[in-house]
């Protein structure tokens, strides 16, 4: 299940006909359609949920992690990441030449991570990321 947030609009209800999404407004009824908005580019976003990397959830883990790199399978070349690493905002880091591959500074290190992603200009069909655990040393 997703969660979608919507801003800068007065909506108060959506609704799907024939594979088309419309907006209810205390006006009438909107086709959700097109690239823009009123002339403006649609700025879409992702956040994930603060990521621990199979460690127990809701327990404090000495363990830290590292991500080297995120793989999108996405058809964008415009795409960013930023990392939040232990509620730390990181840098944007930009997709190769290929779109996919988004290689993340070695500065990062921590516990739990989340993602902004940015720029999404069609469809973000999947996420993978290379993580790696810091083993604590006795």
């Known amino acids: ?66 991500v080297a790199a995120m793989y999108l399978n996405a058809d964008d070349k415009t795409i960013t990441v930023q990392p939040v690493v232990d509620n730390q905002l990181g840098n944007i880091h930009a997709t190769d030449d290929s779109g996919r591959k988004v290689k993340l500074s070695r500065q990062y290190s921590g516990a739990y991570w989340q993602f902004i992603i940015r720029h999404i200009q069609t469809a973000l069909h999947g996420i993978e990321w290379l993580a790696t655990k810091q083993q604590r040393r006795a």
């Open 1 to 66: 299940v997703s969660q979608s947030r919507y801003t800068s609009f007065d909506f108060i209800n959506f609704l799907e006909v024939g594979g088309q999404l419309y907006g209810v407004k205390s006006d009438g009824i909107y086709l959700m359609g097109g690239d823009t908005d009123d002339g403006s580019a649609i700025a879409t976003s992702i956040t994930t949920k603060a990521l621990s990397f199979n460690q127990n959830q809701g327990t404090a883990s000495f363990n830290k992690n590292k």
